[in-house]
């Protein structure tokens, strides 16, 4: 039987909780590109602005008119195409009683946004990522994280730091309830505006041998686009779920007759890419 139109309406709120729970964490510092529907392989042009320094004001030298190019641009490829897919018979969704088009959809988008998780935060390693400095030790050393962040001419009120569960922990210790009253770090993992960054996550999937990272906001572009099937009708139901800042889930629900068991798919098609690596410290 085909999901009502309450069902698919719940279950892309709860696949956009889902999303939202997971990817939080890279809405802080991942330049995003709204949704579109896109086939994988496609690339998306995306600009790049890192000027030079303001100066005097000298005629003919620097004035309104001697002004070049200096916006950039860089392509980021849909090459990442992730996909979780669960069955269930007739008898055993009878059986159950489960809410199976909410909580299955929640249960792939947990899935399908760890997966991008990984892939984002992998790109953060010693091949795409030059400049590193001490990881935090304690108290001193974490506030110490704001003039590594300076000297390297990374803005800090734009710029967010990723942390390994045991550093973070670290951080967790140094806030007393009465100093940071807000409770992002217990149901996010996020610790939004400590020490005049714009937020510290946990990030348990930095590549092996980095505890952490100093990334500015606009450091990784993702681009995620809809993925639409080929075939026009050949799915009972197909349809897309997108959270606030642009990056979209589709879903997909038909049956296996000849084994009575209902699939339901989802699947992300992305690209993500480091826009500005010199805008990214890595704390080992």
């Known amino acids: 039987m085909a999901f009502s139109d309450l069902a698919l309406k719940a279950a892309s709120e709860s696949a956009v909780m889902a999303a939202h729970k ?22 998306i042009a995306v600009p790049v602005y890192n000027l030079s320094a303001a100066a005097d004001f000298v005629a003919g030298t620097n004035d309104y008119g001697t002004g070049v190019n200096e916006i950039g641009g860089e392509l980021i490829t849909l ?16 059986e159950t ?19 991008v998780n990984d892939y984002v935060f992998g790109l953060i390693n010693a091949t795409n990522v030059s400049l ?14 704001y003039a590594i962040a300076e000297n390297d001419d ?12 045991t550093e973070f922990a670290g951080v967790l210790s140094c806030l007393d309830f009465n100093v940071y009253g807000g409770t992002e770090a217990i149901r996010l993992g996020v610790i939004e505006g400590l020490y005049g960054f714009k937020g510290f996550v946990c990030a348990p999937n930095l590549p092996e041998g980095v505890k952490g990272a100093i990334i500015c906001d606009e450091a990784v572009g993702i681009a995620s686009r809809y993925l639409f099937p080929g075939t026009e009708g050949a799915y009972p139901q197909a349809w897309s779920a997108t959270d606030d800042n642009g990056f979209t889930i589709g879903y997909r629900r038909f049956m296996d007759l000849s084994k009575g068991s209902n699939m339901f798919a989802g699947d992300v098609l992305f690209g993500a890419k480091l826009l500005q690596p010199t805008k990214i410290v890595r704390l080992v």
């Open 22 to 43: 997971n990817l939080a964490k890279l809405n802080l510092f991942a330049k995003n590109f709204s949704e579109l529907q896109g086939v994988p392989g496609k690339s």
């Open 97 to 115: 009683g489960i809410r199976w088009a909410a909580d299955t959809s929640y249960a792939i988008a947990d899935m399908l946004t760890r997966g």
């Open 132 to 145: 590193s400095a001490d990881a935090p030790t304690g108290k001193a050393t974490v506030a110490g994280l």
């Open 154 to 165: 990374i803005p800090v009120d734009r710029s967010i730091v990723a942390l390994k569960p």
């Open 79 to 94: 090459d990442q195409h992730l996909v979780k897919s669960v069955s269930i018979t007739d008898v055993e969704e009878a």
